[in-house]
Structure formats: C-alpha cells, structure tokens
C-alpha cells in the first residue's frame, strides 16, 4: 500500500479535506477518484462518434453530388438539341410597295376673263359635266362692239383712199409717158418732164401708204374680233366644274377675274413618292394597282406614264405618275388612296422568317443548318416585311435556317433539324 501511493503523482492526489472525506468504511470499496477518468473518456467517445457520423455522411453525399454533375456535364455534351428549322426561299421577280399616294385630274384649268364687261348669261354651275367648246358665260361690252364698228368704218375710208390714190397715180403715169417724149423732141422743158416724173414716183408711195394703212386697220379689226370672241367663254376640254367664282351682272376684268375652274376627271393621275430601295426599277409601263380605303371591294389598276428621273434631295423618293382609267367617275381628284406597284427587281434577294434573325455584337446573323451542324452567317437585311425579311447577302435559297436560335447555341454546335411551317408574307 505505501509502494502505491509512492507512485503515484502529487498533483493526482487530492487535498487532505477531501482524502478524508473520500475513506469509506473498512468494507474493501475501491475510491471515487479511481472510476471518473473512465467516465469522462466514455461520454467523450459517445460525443464524437455522431460527429464521426455525420462527416462520413457528408463526404459521402459530396462524392454522389459530384458522380451526378459528371454525369450531367457528359449528358450535355453528348446531347443534340432539336430545333426547328426553315427553308429560304428565293423572293420574286416583282418587288409589291404599298405606298400612300394623291389623285390628281388628268387635266385641270383655271378660266380667266379674257375680255371686259359684265356677265349676261352664266351657263354652268359646280359639279356640271361640259364639254370641248360649250359656252360657260357670255360677256356683254357694247363700248367695243362701237370701237369695232368704227374700226371697219375707218377701214373703209383708207380702202377708198387707197383707190382714190390708185387713180392719181394712173394719171401721173400717163402724164408721165406722154412728157417724157415731149421732153426728148423738146417741144416740153426738162423741168416739166421731171415734174411729171416725181409726181408718178409721189403716187405710187401714197398707195404703199395707203395700203399699209388698210393691212394695219385690218390687224385692229382683227384684236378687236378676238376681244369680241373672248366675251363668250367656252369650255377647253372635256371636264368638269369644280370651282365657279362669278354670276349673272358680275363685273369682270380682262386677265384678273377668276371664273371657273375645269377638271378631266375621266383619267386620274395618281402621284406617288417611291423610295430609293424600290426607285431603280421603276420604269414607264410598270403595273400599279390603286386601293381606296372607302371603297374596299374595288381595285382601280393602272400604269406608270412617268416619273421624275432624279430623287428629292430631302426625302430620297422618287416621284412617279400612274394615269388610272376612270370612265365610271369613280375616282375624284384630291384623295387619299394606297398606290401598290408591282416594279420588277434588280438585285436578287431571299426571303426568311424574320424569328431567324439573331442581334448581336457581331451585328445581324442567322443560324444555317448544315449536315446537322449549326453555323451563324452574317446577312444584310433589305425589307422587312414583319414575319419574314429580304435578306440580299449571306445565305441562299434552300438553306435551313433555324427559328428562335437559343442563346447558348454556338457555331459548330450539333443539332437535330426539324421542319417547322414558315408563315407566309401578302406583301
């Protein structure tokens, strides 16, 4: 017993109190102190063990975790997507361009006064139908038919004059001849022979006289006539009134009074401004097809007569002229109507469905199936038409070109094509 306790360490043994306090009876027990240390290694032990657990659990269920994101990144390389896809087509021979557009009368004018007086008849009103050559007013100014009336009178007087002149002019002449053979045998001095001579010469300059005096009488006569005509105004053309500025008693002032205003609506010309993208190919004797908005049911066709050969600086349109029959009156001048030309193309072009179109840094591409691999090509859009785009450059006709590219999709990706319905486009 004193070995033991020699042997064991001073910093084990507890205080004296509690030596004291720790001796049981003399029954043999073994002491308090020898069964803790035991204690506290096994409740250790049952604290780490759940611990232990848990982290093999966990190591575990991370090995799975990564065997599941292995197998998903294996999948993903090895999967194909589908995609829907959509044949290019080539676009037709004709460009169709629905363009607003204004109707014109072929034929228009604006009737002056051409003479001075008062209006005693007015024949026409607004919306009559006339044609070439029918009275629309009569203008009365008596003063002229007077200056007219002595304008002949005058006329006549230096026709008398002319004969009166003709007369003298004979009679100097024989004067003349008769002297002249005096003068020579000279039985009549030299200075009656040269005043015989120089009055025949006089004679005949009075009749020059005269007779430029009737052709200027006669011009006058002739303004005068006219300014007479011009009292009774007549109808151009064929047309229609659709202005008239005077009535019956009305004052009117030769080159001032506006009067009437006359349209030939049996024709219609139609003005429309095409843009420079469509521009090149329009030509004379190109189809045109004019819609009213008001009149749905009914199409109004017609042809390009012609059309400026230059563009508007500021809008870059081409004005162009389509003459549209109009026999029925149908068409007035000053509507709005919708002009579509049929105009033929100049620069080959494709059409495909505008859900092909991808933007990106790379600008506008499209996404082209090939022996099921995916390749994006750069295209150059000309019209867009809503659904489907002309596209001029980058692809051709019969290529498959996939709809709604998604955007993890990389060129050389593989994918599995299959064909979807491509909407079509009336324009």
Known sequence: MNEVNRTIDIEDLPPKDEQDDQVGPATGARPASSIRPRGLWLLGLGALLPLAVGVAYGASQHKAQDRQVMRTNQQ???LVPAVRVANVRAAGSEITVSLPATTLAFASANIFARANGYIETRKVDIGDHVQAGDLLAQITAPELDHQIAQAEATLSQNQAMLQQTQASRDLARVTNDRDSELVKKGWVTPQQGDTDRLTLNAQQAAIAVAQANIAAQQALIRVLRQQKAYQSVVAPFDGIITQRNVDTGSLVQSGATFMFTLMQSDVIRTQVYVPQDAAFGVATGV?????VPEIPDRTFPG????????LAPGTRTLLTEVDVPNPDGA????MYVKMELHIPRKIPAVIVPADALVFNGDGTQVAVVDNGTAHFRKVTVARDFGTQVEVRDGIKAGDEVILKPAVTLADGSKVQP????VQTSQR
């Open 287 to 291: 189809d045109a097809v004019v819609r």
């Open 76 to 78: 993903q390389r090895d």
């Open 331 to 334: 068409l007035s001048p000053g």
């Open 418 to 421: 299959q064909a979807a319905p």
């Open 303 to 310: 042809k390009v007569t012609r059309f400026a050969h230059a």
